[in-house]
């Protein structure tokens, strides 16, 4: 599969880093839906993990659940349907604050203060109306994200420090095919199974 590297070019990703670059895409991906339904939303992080992806997420007042899970799950199906193409950019430090400061994104704009000292530029992909900070890589256009599931909602604080407010964060997976994330998601129904005959 291709991908848009970190530095912008277009080139083939290693099979062994497919799944991990479709995850950090889907993060992305579940970030502009939650945007689209949560105009007020300030996000933090939003990292691809061993088993899937997360984002934390400053809703205000607002508070997801699960319930409204399978609603940004819709949303994000749009966004892929709209095959966004990524572009990737840099801004100087000055630029890149101002642009977060305008869009309200106080945590991004704290992220970029720490490395404005060192001098280098800051780095974003935009698909569609959404501009995210970060390195990447990403897949080429969303339409590459087809196989993936919102999982659960918790709660964490802003950088892990309990001084800070408390983040909400919602967790996800993806998958390059559908066959491996439906193997997956009965894997962790079966486990909640065994689970729930220990508690009995």
Known sequence: ????????????CPADEVTHVVRHSAAHVMAQAIKRL?????????PATDNGFYY???????????????????????IVKEALPLERYELDPEE??????????????ELIKEHAGKGEKISFFRQG?????????????TSRVKAFKLTSCTGAYWRGDSDNK???RIYGTAFT????????????????????????
């Open 56 to 78: 934390d997420v400053d809703l205000g007042d607002n508070k997801i659940g699960e319930e409204d899970l399978p609603a940004i799950e819709a949303e994000m199906k749009k």
């Open 38 to 46: 949560y105009p007020e939303a300030d996000f933090a992080y939003g």
């Open 166 to 168: 408390m983040l909400q």
């Open 177 to 200: 095919k559908k066959e491996d994330l439906d193997n997956y998601l009965t894997m962790l129904e079966e486990a909640k199974k065994r689970d729930h005959r220990k508690l009995g």
């Open 129 to 141: 109306e959404f501009d995210e900070l970060c390195a990447g890589p990403h897949v080429p256009d």
């Open 96 to 109: 890149a604050i101002e642009l977060m400061e305008k869009k309200g994104e106080i945590y991004k704009v």
């Open 1 to 12: 599969m291709k991908i848009l590297n970190n530095d912008g070019s277009v080139v083939e």
